[in-house]
């Protein structure tokens, strides 16, 4: 199977699946019931358009009889899918006991040290760094929502 058409419809799949549990999120008491289904709602449609948008690239390409990406997983690609999915766990489970500054510092930091190597570890610093602090600027100040 081809590299676009496979991501296209593992998207199709998980922007359904996550549209779907989005509408089971329960209904605010105060203000517009919606309003917490919206963002999530809104991204898995999203989510949903591109995947679409992916696999009609990946049929137009067919049908014009241009090469296509075979979709090959290579022994570093299967190590960074696996360690990224490990630092996923590791996120979901720190994340309450140490709060989301140092858990987000240390799954950044993982998948940039992950992609680019320990000779970019200053930028990896500053983009880690950055990203956290931008992300909780957001959240904590202008949108007003607090972080654990």
Request: net charge positive; aromatic share 12%.
């Amino acid at each position: 199977m081809h590299k676009d058409l496979t991501v296209g419809i593992a998207g199709v799949v998980i922007s359904l699946l996550y549209s779907v549990q989005a509408m089971q999120l329960p209904k605010a008491s105060i203000g517009n019931p919606w309003a917490p289904v919206l963002f999530p709602m809104g991204l898995g449609l999203v989510m949903l358009f591109v995947s679409v948008l992916l696999i009609l690239k990946d049929l137009r390409r067919r049908k014009e009889g241009a090469a296509t990406e075979a979709f090959g997983a290579s022994k570093l690609g299967l190590a960074m899918i696996a360690g990224t999915i490990v630092l996923g766990i590791v996120y979901a489970l720190i994340f309450e006991p140490v709060g989301f500054i140092p858990a987000t510092l240390i799954f950044m930091g993982g998948l940039l040290l992950m992609a680019g190597g320990w000779s970019g570890w200053r930028g990896t610093l500053v983009v880690g760094f950055g990203f956290t602090f931008i992300v909780w600027y957001v959240f904590e100040k202008v949108l007003r929502i607090m972080l654990p």
